[in-house]
């Protein structure tokens, strides 16, 4: 009799551990190989603005860091679970928007004259189509197609972010079950 509870006690134990063990697990991807086709970094304003960057690689991979998440800060690895695969629509549309507003003809830094101002919000963009590389860094005084540009490509990557964040969340935060008691 002793066996057949010692027997259940190990059983019970081994199902406890191998379940809180093997929780969600989520997707990381190895960025080592990847090369980044676009960037859009954003830093903050008088520490109050999201401050983030964006990136989306050539293997279709797209990759979202918070820089508002203290989690994320000190995140050195070239492995990232903050990423997604992305269909290939997702380049064309960033690719025929930056062709639109012509933002391969446009300065690599704004304002052109005039100071930076430290404080404020400052956004850079890289990206590369056809084989050139453009990379803008603006802080005021944007151009109005690099501001739509721009606007654009903030709403895009918010959309991303949400969808990166409720890929993580707690099967209550899903609705899979309940968080009512």
């Not at 990136?55 to 508002?68: I, T």
Request: glycine share 4%.
């Amino acid at each position: 009799m002793k066996n057949l509870v010692y027997l259940g006690i190990l059983f019970m134990l081994s199902v406890v551990l191998n379940i809180s063990c093997h929780k969600d697990q989520i997707e990381e991807y190895d960025l080592a190989d990847a090369t980044p086709i676009f960037t859009y970094t954003q830093t903050p304003c008088f520490g109050f603005c999201e401050a983030f960057e964006f990136k989306l690689y050539h293997n279709g991979l797209a990759c979202f860091r918070d820089f508002n998440n203290p989690d994320q800060l000190t995140e050195r690895s070239t492995v990232s679970s903050n990423c997604k695969a992305q269909n290939i629509e997702f380049w064309t549309s960033i690719k025929n928007m930056a062709l639109e507003h012509r933002i391969l003809s446009l300065s690599n830094i704004y304002p052109e004259d005039g100071p930076q101002i430290p404080d404020l919000s400052t956004r850079k963009i890289y990206i590369k189509i056809d084989g050139v590389e453009k990379t803008i860094v603006e802080s005021y005084e944007a151009p109005a197609n690099l501001a739509k540009f721009e606007s654009a490509i903030h709403n895009m990557v918010m959309e991303f972010k949400t969808t990166i964040q409720s890929s993580k969340s707690l099967p209550a935060q899903q609705g899979i079950i309940s968080n009512t008691f």
